[in-house]
């Protein structure tokens, strides 16, 4: 069943993931989000406006029943006060604004629409969001979780079809490649924006289009996104890793600019709106000045050059407003792992070691990771590290969560698989949050 207070731009509904995520989904009251003024009605026949700053109640609250209350028509609330309550739920949280035009055409006349300006603009940027992996869902179907809040929403997205997803960035936005011409888009879920860019078989070399010419699932492994995001306010940087490409481009542009190549590079984000990578020997950021060539540059040296061959990673991660790189070192396969956590000092240009993650949980992927406060998700620990499900994180030893303060883990506990990758139970909301963190591409179908 539509909601019709969401239908005219996008079709959405919300639910919370407070028990399990395939639990049975509950529409979220949207008065609560807009915090418009509601008439409390008590036995006696005097009716006091208030202005409701928590969740409504029940039903009877509502201020569209006319059965408990007087009619009041809320499309002539006037740009004014319309003005102020669409700009405090976009900072909010863009998914909230987007509700918020959705209602009436009155509402969105007196608030400004994405559409107008472009998918860069940070201001409609849904970075609390994450997008869930889930089987069995509509091919165009995507369940998002606000990290900052608790609550779910599945988006209707027909811009999927025909492309592999990866994603969502830093900022919240989709990285699309088309499976036909190999363009690669930009999507904003929430908005609906879509930024089309050059196609990425430019970057490949003579070879690899040879190899490719008639083996389309090979071309497709080999212009694998493993990170994007903002390298300035109006350039993108996307990661290929299969090709060791890091490559720029703006809004209008006719083909991508190489800025580094051969080298190996993994984990790589957006933070503070410039992009960020790893290498085995230091952390290093895209630098785009005016005056010289785009490069990577080193932002501070590794305490240690990780291996490879033994199979360390490092890991980059926002954690609570800082860039904070987390250093699994696994000294064998029988071996325990060695996990150092670090804030990447900008101004010192170095690495400090710190203990613990401020109270709060880390998620570790090998391309993507996500840092969660304990205190909206309450079955996640603090100061605790819990590992993805990729390949390179299932070894023997991989144990999951780690507690960094006493140092203590548990061992994984399996059960059954999904396409050939372990399953671990219970499949509760750490899971989930696990799994969001797991590869890159999503390759569901289109049917």
């Given at each position: 069943m539509a909601n019709p207070l969401l239908g005219g731009e996008s079709s959405t509904q919300w639910y919370s993931p407070s028990t399990r995520l395939s639990a049975h989904?509950?529409?979220?009251?949207?008065?609560?989000?807009?915090?418009?003024?509601?008439?409390?009605?008590?036995?006696?026949?005097?009716?006091?406006?208030?202005?409701e700053a928590k969740r409504a109640r029940s039903c009877a609250l509502c201020p569209l029943d006319p059965v408990h209350h007087e009619w009041r028509d809320w499309t002539n609330l006037g740009d004014g006060p319309a003005g102020l309550i669409a700009d405090g739920l976009l900072t909010n949280d863009?998914?909230?604004y987007m509700c918020f035009r959705a209602v009436c055409r009155t509402w969105r006349l007196w608030s400004t629409d994405p559409r107008k300006h472009g998918v860069l603009d940070r201001r409609f940027h849904p970075?609390?969001?994450?997008?869930?992996?889930?089987?069995?869902?509509?091919?165009?179907?995507?369940?998002?979780?606000?990290?900052?809040?608790?609550?779910?929403?599945?988006?209707?997205?027909?811009?999927?079809?025909?492309?592999?997803?990866?994603?969502?960035?830093?900022?919240?936005?989709?990285?699309?490649?088309?499976?036909?011409t190999w363009v690669v888009r930009i999507l904003n879920p929430f908005t609906r924006q879509v930024l089309d860019l050059p196609p990425a078989t430019t970057l490949l070399s003579c070879n690899d289009l040879e190899l490719t010419d008639f083996r389309n699932n090979l071309r497709r492994d080999l212009l694998q996104v493993s990170g994007a995001g903002l390298a300035a306010d109006s350039t993108i940087a996307v990661?290929?890793?299969?090709?060791?490409?890091?490559?720029?481009?703006?809004?209008?542009?006719?083909?991508?600019?190489?800025?580094?190549?051969?080298?190996?590079?993994?984990?790589?984000?957006?933070?503070?709106?410039r992009f960020y990578c790893a290498t085995t020997e230091a952390v290093m950021v895209v630098e785009t000045s005016t005056d010289?060539?785009?490069?990577?540059?080193?932002?501070?040296?590794?305490?240690?050059?990780?291996?490879?061959?033994?199979?360390?990673?490092?890991?980059?991660?926002?954690?609570?407003?800082?860039?904070?790189?987390?250093?699994?070192?696994?000294?064998?396969?029988?071996?325990?792992?060695?996990?150092?956590?670090?804030?990447?000092?900008?101004?010192?240009?170095?690495?400090?070691?710190?203990?613990g993650l401020g109270g709060?949980?880390?998620?570790i992927g090998i391309e993507l990771a996500l840092s969660v406060s304990p205190s909206v998700f309450s079955s996640v620990n603090a100061d605790t590290i819990y590992l993805g499900f990729d390949e390179m994180l299932r070894g023997y030893m991989d144990y999951s969560p780690i507690n960094l303060m006493d140092?203590?883990?548990?061992?994984?506990?399996?059960?059954?698989?999904?396409?050939?990758?372990?399953?671990?139970?219970?499949?509760?909301?750490?899971?989930?949050?696990?799994?969001?963190?797991?590869?890159?591409?999503?390759e569901s179908n289109d049917n």
């Amino acid at each position: 069943m539509a909601n019709p207070l969401l239908g005219g731009e996008s079709s959405t509904q919300w639910y919370s993931p407070s028990t399990r995520l395939s639990a049975h989904h509950k529409w979220r009251d949207w008065t609560n989000q807009l915090q418009i003024p509601v008439l409390e009605t008590n036995r006696s026949t005097q009716q006091i406006p208030t202005w409701e700053a928590k969740r409504a109640r029940s039903c009877a609250l509502c201020p569209l029943d006319p059965v408990h209350h007087e009619w009041r028509d809320w499309t002539n609330l006037g740009d004014g006060p319309a003005g102020l309550i669409a700009d405090g739920l976009l900072t909010n949280d863009v998914a909230d604004y987007m509700c918020f035009r959705a209602v009436c055409r009155t509402w969105r006349l007196w608030s400004t629409d994405p559409r107008k300006h472009g998918v860069l603009d940070r201001r409609f940027h849904p970075r609390q969001w994450i997008m869930l992996r889930q089987k069995g869902s509509p091919a165009c179907r995507r369940d998002f979780m606000n990290v900052s809040a608790g609550y779910c929403r599945y988006v209707n997205l027909p811009e999927l079809r025909g492309h592999d997803v990866f994603g969502p960035t830093t900022e919240g936005l989709l990285v699309l490649l088309d499976r036909t011409t190999w363009v690669v888009r930009i999507l904003n879920p929430f908005t609906r924006q879509v930024l089309d860019l050059p196609p990425a078989t430019t970057l490949l070399s003579c070879n690899d289009l040879e190899l490719t010419d008639f083996r389309n699932n090979l071309r497709r492994d080999l212009l694998q996104v493993s990170g994007a995001g903002l390298a300035a306010d109006s350039t993108i940087a996307v990661h290929f890793r299969e090709i060791r490409t890091v490559a720029i481009i703006k809004p209008g542009d006719v083909k991508w600019t190489v800025v580094d190549r051969g080298r190996s590079i993994l984990p790589a984000l957006s933070f503070a709106g410039r992009f960020y990578c790893a290498t085995t020997e230091a952390v290093m950021v895209v630098e785009t000045s005016t005056d010289q060539p785009p490069r990577l540059a080193i932002v501070a040296k590794l305490n240690r050059p990780f291996s490879r061959m033994m199979m360390d990673t490092v890991h980059l991660v926002e954690n609570d407003g800082e860039l904070t790189l987390v250093d699994r070192e696994c000294k064998g396969s029988r071996n325990p792992r060695k996990y150092e956590v670090y804030r990447v000092d900008m101004h010192a240009r170095k690495i400090v070691p710190v203990h613990g993650l401020g109270g709060r949980a880390v998620f570790i992927g090998i391309e993507l990771a996500l840092s969660v406060s304990p205190s909206v998700f309450s079955s996640v620990n603090a100061d605790t590290i819990y590992l993805g499900f990729d390949e390179m994180l299932r070894g023997y030893m991989d144990y999951s969560p780690i507690n960094l303060m006493d140092g203590t883990s548990e061992p994984r506990r399996f059960k059954g698989s999904r396409n050939g990758v372990p399953l671990y139970g219970p499949q509760g909301v750490d899971d989930c949050l696990s799994w969001s963190v797991t590869g890159y591409r999503d390759e569901s179908n289109d049917n």
